[in-house]
């Protein structure tokens, strides 16, 4: 498999909610991890997932080691901008006296496009602390993700000098970079999800400042019966089976069968529709630890790393 965007140091990956991305990112990090290399997951806002995915301790701001040789962070706003505001002033100590001040944290949190300014800026400084690779970015929904990637380029009209746009150009050089970075999109094969997936690969596809890697099509379904068999039940559920105390455990054989025939359609129409390279990964019914030994197993066979 031609696998140039994931050896990128930094990845980013969005999709649709409830699509498994977390479980996704937490695969590839184990993969990367046995691969010889040191991974960090990277989760955005009040919301985290890899620690309840690898059972390990709580992830918080400084990265910290979820499970052997994969670490995690997450990043929120107040570290975030302490972090940007000593770059700037170079006095940690007056950086969190400004961060802290009520008013002036009430009108950075109020200005557009600054929460992902100093989010991009600390993805950065990650990066160039040259510690981690690779970096994995769990971006929010795709709407998140899409205004998460327009804002900067938004403020670039409006910040024509000065240490905030000198940060912004810093922050975006990373996302722009393609030896540097990818932007990834996870999926499952159900309608619902195919169009959203569509539309965001549509807004993603013509920006010159993003680099679009893989398509990741997560959960897709066992076929459980080959073709002789699918019509077997077909021809038992019209006849000698009906009213049978077996015919609901056809009728349920009968409703996977057509749940994989759907799922199938959507691959087509998304292969159709989204000419990345695909990554396709099997739906796993155990437990959050072995479905992402199982997609992990999937990862290495692919040498992606």
Request: aromatic share 6%; with cysteine.
């Amino acid at each position: 498999m031609n696998a140039p965007f994931l050896t990128r140091p930094v990845q980013f990956f969005t999709g649709k909610g409830g699509v498994g991305k977390s479980t996704v990112l937490g695969a590839l990090a184990t993969a990367s991890a046995r691969a010889g290399k040191r991974p960090l997951i990277v989760e955005l806002g009040i919301h985290t997932s890899s620690s309840h995915l690898f059972d390990g301790p709580h992830v918080g701001y400084e990265p910290s080691q979820i499970a052997p040789g994969i670490h995690a962070t997450r990043v929120v706003f107040e570290p975030a901008l302490i972090d940007y505001v000593t770059s700037r002033l170079k006095l940690r100590a007056i950086a969190i006296l400004v961060a802290r001040n009520n008013s002036l944290r009430r009108l950075f949190m109020a200005a557009p496009g600054v929460d992902e300014i100093v989010t991009l800026h600390r993805v950065a400084q990650l990066a160039a602390e040259g510690c981690w690779d690779p970096i994995l970015v769990d971006l929010e929904s795709t709407g998140h993700a899409l205004m998460f990637f327009d804002l900067p380029g938004v403020l670039e009209v409006f910040l024509k000098d000065g240490p905030l746009r000198q940060v912004l150009d810093s922050a975006t050089a990373l996302v722009r970079d393609p030896a540097r970075s990818a932007v990834h999109i996870v999926t499952v094969p159900e309608p619902l999800a195919v169009r959203e997936t569509v539309q965001l690969y549509d807004g993603l596809r013509g920006r010159k400042d993003l680099h679009l890697g893989h398509l990741f099509i997560n959960r897709m379904p066992r076929q459980w019966l080959d073709e002789a068999e699918e019509r077997l039940v077909e021809r038992e559920l019209e006849g000698a089976s009906v009213g049978q105390p077996w015919a609901e455990d056809l009728a349920l054989a009968e409703y996977l069968t057509q749940r994989r025939r759907t799922a199938e359609k959507c691959l087509r129409g998304l292969r159709r529709d989204i000419p990345l390279p695909t990554v396709i990964l099997d739906e796993h019914e155990e437990d959050s630890a072995r479905i992402i030994e199982a997609l992990c197993g999937t990862l290495l066979s692919l040498e992606v790393w």
